[in-house]
């Protein structure tokens, strides 16, 4: 079965720093991936997904995600944090019958 | 515009009562999942369904109960056999394609 494990359940950044959001992935076959972001008593939303085509992935806000099948990880980056990027955010895994598993989440915090 | 409208967005019940969570999209998508979220926890998932009039059970299905006759709602009840009731509840819907699900804005159920 696919899964997912997000290393650091908090993560604290200065604004305008790099941001580093790690997941690797265990499955069994070509997985489907996917980062998600949630604010404050709201539901997710999707930043953006692999699905096998090009392995450099942009999303929406400004973050990127990269597959590296070899380390089977998708992190997700951005060059410069807003503090508006404060919250939390979920990596999750899917193979083509939309089962999807979801990590423990990273909490990331924006330091002025 | 399409989406999942969930509601109430808080919801208060007494020991030994069953509330009803609504969940309803104009997605036109075949697939529903209601899931739970506790601090530090995560998604769990209470139940799926793929089609109307059938449903499956997740990873905690214990004191929740579903139906599905239309394909725009998926309502999740929550009993009085369900030990801890409070937390965050999420609805989610999708395509049959991986292509990421669309979650609604969410519920906060609180045991009083």
């Known amino acids: 079965a696919q899964s997912v494990t997000q290393l650091g359940s908090h993560v604290s950044v200065s604004e305008g720093a790099l941001v580093l959001l790690r997941c690797n992935y265990s499955s069994s076959v070509p997985p489907y991936l996917f980062w998600y972001v949630q604010y404050p008593n709201q539901g997710l939303q999707l930043l953006l997904k692999y699905t096998s085509a090009a392995t450099l992935v942009k999303g929406i806000n400004g973050f990127e995600a990269e597959f590296k099948k070899s380390e089977t990880s998708f992190h997700l980056t951005k060059p410069s944090a807003h503090m508006s990027d404060a919250a939390e955010y979920f990596c999750a895994v899917t193979k083509f019958n939309n089962d999807m598993r979801f990590g423990a989440g990273t909490r990331l915090t924006v330091k002025p | 515009d399409g989406g999942i409208t969930q509601s109430p967005k808080y919801l208060f019940r007494k020991e030994g009562q069953n509330v009803t969570l609504s969940c309803e999209q104009n997605?036109?998508?075949?697939?529903m999942y209601w899931y739970r979220q506790d601090p530090g926890q995560g998604l769990r998932l209470i139940y799926y369904?793929?089609?109307?009039?059938?449903?499956q059970k997740g990873d905690i299905a214990e004191g929740y109960s579903v139906s599905r006759e239309k394909k725009e709602s998926f309502p999740l009840t929550v009993t009085s056999a369900q030990k801890n009731p409070t937390a965050f509840y999420l609805c989610?819907?999708?395509?049959?394609?991986?292509?990421?699900?669309?979650f609604g804005s969410g519920t906060r159920l609180t045991v009083v």
């Open positions: 989610a819907s999708s395509t049959s394609e991986p292509y990421g699900y669309t």
């Open positions: 369904s793929q089609i109307v009039n059938d449903f």
């Open positions: 997605l036109n998508h075949d697939a």
